[in-house]
């Protein structure tokens, strides 16, 4: 099969042939449609995550079809649509899954990080973590939903009832969570990159209440910002534009250095925290609302040779939404 490596001596991105992964016992084998690119690539690729398997697969937002199940597998049928997210296996042993917090699970394990991905025509996924997918989206605009979606779902379930919502860097994740969020009847303040004129039309295209760039306070007290840009000097500002009480959630995996702040953007009972990865039930809620709302994702579909480009528009946010490789 076709697949981009990521090689373990040059650290590059290649195309190459590799054989088709066979199924385990409880293991599904998908014919891969479509892998939604996710900014966590882009930090594997660069070296910022300690321990990825290498030669590797990345890719982590999987919509697929069942070609064959091994023979412990139960409940699916061959060509039945499933996403695969970021979580690819917990163990649901340890201290943490057994309190229902697989997303911390101690031997959890990554898709397109610990286990090869989607960047390839065809991927072996666990079952448990196959998630459904609702019928009425297409596969480009549902691989978004699978880490943009969930992660940003995730964090906005962090918020609370938080009224006044900001979300800083206007990507991926946000373009969509802005519209759980309106939905959910609250206001929301996007941030995007200072000079990047394109994202602020598109954050004000998707109906917030407000947009400006980062570098700028809101025009109101927020309560609660949701930090998805890996910006480390993004933390201080969101704490200065947060209410007493409330929160500052950092929601991507990698993000460069906090620099020091006085006490006083903390004092007051605001609560700085992160998100890390998902559970299956963050899944399953997320998937059925949003056909609800309904969620729209806006996508830039590139080719699986074109993998590379599409990473570097994702760093330079020359593209407005998500990026997907096609297969
Ligand atoms: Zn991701
Ligand atoms: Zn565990």
């Known amino acids: 099969m076709r697949a981009m490596v990521l090689e373990r001596a040059s650290r590059a991105l290649v195309e190459q042939r590799i054989p088709v992964p066979e199924p385990g016992p409880n293991e599904l084998l998908l014919k891969v449609r479509c892998t939604g690119v ?11 995550l300690p321990s990825p398997r290498l030669p590797l697969v990345m890719g982590h937002q999987i919509v697929g079809t069942v070609v064959s199940q091994g023979g412990l597998v139960e409940g699916f049928a061959e060509g039945q649509r499933v996403g695969v997210p970021w979580l690819g296996w917990a163990c649901g042993d340890c201290r943490l899954c057994r309190m229902g917090r697989e997303n911390l699970c101690e031997r959890a394990e990554f898709t397109g990080y610990q286990r090869n991905g989607g960047y390839a025509e065809y991927a072996v996924v666990s079952p448990q973590f196959a998630l459904p997918l609702p019928g009425s989206y297409a596969d480009l605009q549902a691989a978004p939903l699978l880490c943009a979606g969930l992660i940003g779902y995730r964090a906005l379930a962090m918020a609370g009832d938080a009224q006044r919502i900001g979300l800083y860097g206007f990507g991926s994740a946000a373009h969509l969570i802005a519209q759980v969020a309106r939905y959910q009847g609250r206001e929301v303040y996007a941030f995007t990159r200072p000079g990047n004129e ?14 400006g760039p980062s570098d700028m306070p809101p025009p109101v007290t927020l ?10 000097n993004l933390v201080p500002r969101a704490l200065a534009a947060v209410v007493p009480g409330g929160s500052v959630i950092c929601a991507g995996i990698h993000m460069s250095e906090i620099p020091a702040f006085p006490y006083e953007l903390l004092w007051g009972e605001r609560t700085l925290r992160s998100v890390a990865n998902l559970t299956r039930r963050d899944g399953v809620e997320f998937m059925e609302l949003v056909p609800r709302v309904p969620v729209h994702s806006e996508v830039t579909a590139y080719a699986l040779h ?3 480009r599409a990473l ?7 593209l407005s939404g998500a990026a997907v490789v096609r297969l």
Not at 38 to 48: K, P
Not at 223 to 232: K, Q, R, S, T, Y
């Open 223 to 232: 309560d609660a910002a949701l930090v998805f840009a890996p910006n480390g």
């Open 306 to 308: 074109e993998l590379p």
């Open 38 to 48: 996710c900014r966590t690539d882009l930090h594997i690729l660069d070296g910022e």
């Open 312 to 318: 570097e528009d994702l760093r330079a946010s020359r």
């Open 198 to 211: 394109a994202q602020l039309i598109f954050a004000r295209s998707m109906g917030v209440d407000w947009a």
